[in-house]
């Protein structure tokens, strides 16, 4: 008599199970293959957050290296057509934003500084003035002494510099009122100041 083979069921079960599985979870079961590296997508580069806008100008304010207080220009960007001086004054009495602060970068100004005026003001796309600019801030400009206010100083002739000329000449006021401010010696002066009587800085 011949012998008939019955298959044992429980590996086929158990394969059938397996099968059933992975099609649920919608994987496949045939054409499975290794990725190469060279077929893995690159992930693109961050886009850098420095670039100038469309239709925007370029200034630089002059904040401080915390570790040694050399002068140190840093980007802003400002609308063309806007007030140029005030813009950028502005953002030189604010500070340094949080990862310049974490580079290391430091002002002397007091923190609660506020532009009062400045005169001439000309628009970011305008002739520069050929005399004087006259910066008018709050009283809190007041509140240091010694190299704070030295640096200080300094940190705004350089801010306006960089934003016209060099030589352009500094007049400062608080509250309206002329004020004798001290050049790089120390030694104050009632004349308008430029970046000459501070040395130099790369704009």
């Known amino acids: ?7 044992r069921l429980a590996p086929m079960i158990a394969t059938v199970v397996v099968a059933l599985t992975l099609c649920a979870c919608g994987v496949p079961t045939s054409g499975a293959r290794a ?3 060279s077929e893995v997508p690159s992930v693109p580069p961050p886009v850098p957050t420095t670039t100038q806008p469309p239709d925007f100008t370029q200034l630089t304010i002059v904040l401080l290296n915390g570790a040694n207080n050399v002068p140190h220009p840093a980007i802003r960007y400002t609308p063309q057509g806007s007030d ?10 604010a500070g340094p934003s949080p990862p310049e602060t974490l580079d290391g970068l430091t002002t ?3 923190e609660t500084t506020r532009l009062i005026g400045v005169s001439p003001n000309p628009l970011a796309s305008a002739i520069v003035p050929s005399g004087p600019v006259t910066v008018n801030l709050s009283a809190d400009f ?5 190299l704070d206010q030295v640096l200080a100083v300094e940190q705004v002739v350089f801010t306006v510099g960089c934003s016209l000329t060099p030589t ?3 007049v400062f006021e608080v509250q309206g009122v002329p004020q004798d401010v001290p050049i790089g010696t120390g030694q ?4 308008a100041v430029d970046s000459t009587d501070y040395g130099s800085v790369s704009c």
Do not use: F
């Open 188 to 191: 104050a002066v009632s004349r």
């Open 168 to 170: 352009t000449r500094v």
């Open 142 to 146: 007041l509140d240091i002494t010694g």
């Open 84 to 93: 140029r001086l005030s813009t950028v004054l502005s953002d030189l009495l």
């Open 1 to 7: 008599m011949t012998r008939i083979r019955i298959p």
């Open 108 to 110: 002397a100004i007091p």
């Open 35 to 37: 990725v190469a590296k």
